[in-house]
């Protein structure tokens, strides 16, 4: 069985594609301006990069070749929609940590464990369900979507009446997007 990432798949399947075009559609012209070996994108070396490098490459690649394109004042059909493919895959992905996971299934995953817990706790209250709501609640706030985000407050809202920690945890969830929001080291990072 294979360890590669899901990331790691649809990216080699996306680069592997860019390289057959590269081969066959471009012309000579063009890939000598353009050499492939220049982009960090041969097997040898996306194989040896983490998760997280071969993000970081793929986003330079869309980078360079939509520069090569503007400053060389070309049109190429294919580049173009290559470049929009990979923009759009990549737009898909978080890097959390070291790791790349697909933004979609991990907010998902965390509400969904957030929205079991608060079933549970509906029927008696027990710590490891709250921890739970908390746990995931943050990483949501942390690295999830707007709309997971509202959604989990939301939820902490609507139940508030079941259990008084879902009040608690709906002030606390609000707090904690706040001060996210309001983070003042959060564009040093970028």
Do not use: W
């Not at 066959?24 to 301006?33: A, V, Y």
């Not at 549970?120 to 490891?128: F, H, L």
């Amino acid at each position: 069985m294979s360890d590669k990432s899901h990331f790691r798949v649809q990216l080699s399947l996306k680069l592997n594609e860019f390289k057959r075009a590269y081969r066959s559609n471009l012309s000579p012209k063009i890939r000598s301006e353009l050499n492939l070996n220049t982009l960090n994108i041969t097997r040898k070396q996306t194989k040896s990069m983490s998760d997280q490098q071969l993000f970081d490459t793929c986003h330079d690649l869309t980078g360079k070749l939509a520069e090569f394109l503007s400053e060389n004042n070309k049109k190429h059909a294919g580049l173009n929609l290559f470049i929009r493919t990979m923009q759009e895959t990549l737009n898909e992905y978080t890097v959390i940590g070291n790791s790349v996971v697909h933004e979609k299934s991990f907010c998902n995953k965390h509400i969904l464990n957030v929205i079991q817990h608060t079933q549970s706790i509906q029927y008696s209250v027990n710590n490891s369900s709250l921890q739970e709501i908390k746990s995931s609640g943050k990483a949501l706030i942390e690295f999830g979507r707007e709309d997971y985000v509202d959604q989990l407050i939301e939820l902490m809202m609507k139940n508030k009446d079941h259990c008084t920690y879902f009040s608690r945890l709906a002030s606390y969830f609000i707090n904690l997007k706040k001060a996210y929001d309001d983070d003042p080291l959060s564009s040093i990072a970028n």
